[in-house]
């Protein structure tokens, strides 16, 4: 029995792709989680930058084990799932995934971000395309309750389902 559509994200040292995962949550489509864990880079030490986004220090991390650990469990859930959810999962979670040797199998992807960048239609000259937005401002737009914690990957995940849910039940209230 598959998971059908799960949505998840994930925290990591910044925002290249020689950093690493710090934090995965993965939940269904019901918001019940299916992972959540910390997890200890392999060679990153320190993440000023990216600590002052999403607080997690090293100390929080250096008793946790590495994603590659986790390996069989993650690639579990994502084969069993039709659809994964996420915000920019395209360009930034799948990429990270894939780089600390997680295997994306082939599935939906829904990209809240990207689909929130027409709904807003706000337009970049430089890109050529509509400006995307931060998860903050599409979660406010639906009027997800609990702004205050965003940055960690699990209310990150919880925010983009809220979201999601939305803009998949008016884009079926116009077919």
């Not at 993440?47 to 993650?74: L, N, R, T, Y």
């Not at 995307?132 to 997800?144: D, N, R, S, V």
Request: aromatic share 12%; proline share 4%; charged share 25%.
């Amino acid at each position: 029995m598959g998971n059908g559509v799960i949505c998840l994200d994930v925290e990591t040292t910044g925002l290249h792709s020689t950093d690493e995962i710090l934090q995965l949550a993965i939940i269904d489509d019901l918001g019940d989680i299916l992972f959540y864990d910390y997890f200890k880079p392999l060679t990153k030490k320190v993440w000023p930058e990216a600590q002052k986004i999403h607080g997690i220090s090293p100390p929080m991390v250096q008793d946790k084990k590495s994603i590659c650990f986790h390996k069989p469990k993650i690639e579990d859930i994502l084969r069993k799932s039709d659809t994964v959810v996420g915000y920019n999962i395209i360009n930034y979670d799948l990429k990270f995934l894939h780089s600390s040797g997680i295997t994306i199998p082939e599935m939906t992807v829904y990209d809240v971000m990207l689909e929130f960048a027409d709904i807003c239609g706000e337009w970049s000259e430089y890109y050529q395309n509509n400006k995307w937005q931060k998860l903050c401002t599409c979660a406010e737009y639906y009027g997800y309750p609990h702004l205050e914690n965003l940055h960690d990957s699990m209310e990150d995940t919880r925010a983009t389902l809220y979201c999601y849910k939305i803009m998949s039940s008016k884009s079926s209230d116009n077919l």
